[in-house]
Every structure is written in structure tokens, then in C-alpha cells.
């Protein structure tokens, strides 16, 4: 079994509409992640949480929100669609210690029409 | 802010050495990361070098830092068609990692 999953894979939504994306990690590790990538831009940083209290904004939060339910869950929530958000989702997970190895999920299609 | 710059394409002849750079501003990383990204899958990391370290071979896989001038590279020997993917750069930075747009290896038969 996969050790970062996400769901929905794939997702169509309309601009305006309200969409929740998932993530679980069977790492036991504390701090997850979610990045969004878009061609030629790489990986830019939504939120971040280091533990179930803690939660942080990213480069690029404006328009997200996100809930750490658990220490092995992390969602990611678009209140208000728009076409720009348009992208690949990616959750990831690391350990606290300072090699900073990042375990990512398989990634979250989403198209905004 | 800190910046790690790659470019964004790179086409090498199957069973050349592709050579891939990176450029990155912050002299205090610890770490820098090459993450291996194939098509329609998340991010793997492939290896990564500590900043007091000049060179690591793993195997086909060679990385070398320079610090002076800020620059890593990752070089693939005998470049195969499953070395097909996008390759990103990364430094950390409080505990973050600042990553490059990524470069996509295409290899032509």
C-alpha cells in the first residue's frame, strides 16, 4: 500500500463550487504538506503543518484553506473554485529531523471550468 | 527570497550522459535534493548531498556541488529511456524546501 495517498485522482469542478481534497499518510510522520504545480513553475507551498496545532500559510494560500483532522490526515479546500486554480495537488509528508526528505502522494488533477 | 533556478528542458542521444543544473542563492542549506518526477506520478527523491560534500556517485548518478559559485549538477550516465521525467532541484531552508521549476529529460532514440 501506497504510503501517501490522495483523493479524489481526478477532479472536474465548476467556478464557485466548493471542493475538499483529501490526503492520509501511513509514515507516522508529523508534518504534511500541500503544493500545487503548474507547468514551468515547479512546486509552489500552499500550507504547511508541523503537528494537529499547528498549521501555516505557504507562498501561494490565497484562496485555500486547509484542516489537519489528524496526525495522519491533512485536507485541502478550495471555498470558491476559480479557473486559475486549475492545477496538479500535491501532498506530501516529512520527519522532523533535518534531512528534509519529502514523501510525496501521487498527485491530484483538478480542472476548474 | 531564496531562489533555485533550472532550466526547463534538456534533450540527450540514449546512452549519453545528461548533465542537469541548478543554480541556488542560500549558502546556508545543509541539504540540496534532486527529486525524480516520472510521468503522472508524484515526486521521488533520488539523492541528495550534504553542503560540506563536493561529490556523490550512487551508481549511474553523480552530483556535484560547487558552493562557491552555488551550483549543483546531476549527471546520469548512459542515459536510458526510463530516465525519462522531470527533475527538480530543491535547498532547504527552515525546515522547507525551496524547489526549482524542474527540468524535463528527454531522450531521443
Known amino acids: 500500500d501506497a504510503d501517501v495517498t490522495q483523493t479524489p485522482r481526478n477532479r472536474i469542478t465548476k467556478t464557485g463550487k466548493r471542493i475538499m481534497l483529501e490526503c492520509s499518510q501511513t509514515?507516522?510522520?508529523?508534518?504534511m504538506y500541500w503544493y500545487r504545480q503548474d507547468p514551468g513553475l515547479g512546486l509552489r507551498l500552499i500550507y504547511y503543518s508541523f503537528d494537529v496545532k499547528d498549521i501555516n500559510k505557504g507562498e501561494i494560500s490565497d484562496g485555500y484553506s486547509v484542516s489537519r483532522q489528524a496526525q495522519a490526515k491533512f485536507s485541502l479546500s478550495l471555498e470558491s473554485a476559480i479557473p486559475n486554480q486549475t492545477a496538479l495537488y500535491f501532498c506530501a509528508t516529512s520527519d522532523p529531523t533535518g534531512l528534509g526528505t519529502q514523501y510525496f502522494g501521487p498527485g491530484t488533477r483538478l480542472l476548474v471550468l | 527570497g531564496e531562489d533555485v533556478e533550472q532550466s526547463l528542458f534538456l534533450s540527450v542521444r540514449e546512452g549519453d550522459s545528461s548533465v542537469i543544473n541548478c543554480t541556488y542563492t542560500?549558502?546556508?542549506?545543509?541539504?540540496l535534493y534532486w527529486y525524480k518526477q516520472e510521468p503522472g506520478a508524484g515526486l521521488q527523491l533520488l539523492t541528495y548531498i550534504f553542503s560540506n560534500m563536493d561529490m556523490k556517485q550512487d551508481q549511474r548518478l553523480t552530483v556535484l556541488l560547487n558552493k562557491k559559485d552555488k551550483h549543483l549538477s546531476l549527471r546520469i550516465a548512459d542515459t536510458q529511456t526510463g530516465d525519462s521525467a522531470i527533475y527538480f532541484c530543491a535547498e532547504i531552508n527552515n525546515y522547507q524546501l525551496i524547489w526549482g521549476a524542474g527540468t524535463k529529460l528527454i531522450i531521443k532514440p
Open positions: 542560500d549558502s546556508s542549506s545543509t541539504y
Open positions: 509514515k507516522g510522520h508529523d508534518r
